[in-house]
């Protein structure tokens, strides 16, 4: 018996990642695991840029 293949899991868009996920979930690991699996990593890199500069300030 063969194990089936994993599917493509079908990313969400920047905005409904945007809206639907707030900032303070970053570094959240369950959170985090969310966001690269449904939202990609440009995205995480992004977010996780933009919670460095809002801990600058």
Known sequence: ???PKPT???KLSQDV???EIPLSEMGVPEADDYILNYCGTEFYAK???NEAK???K
């Open 54 to 56: 809002k801990q600058k």
């Open 47 to 49: 977010q996780a840029e």
């Open 1 to 3: 018996m063969t194990m």
């Open 8 to 10: 493509e899991v079908e």
């Open 17 to 19: 990642c945007m809206r």
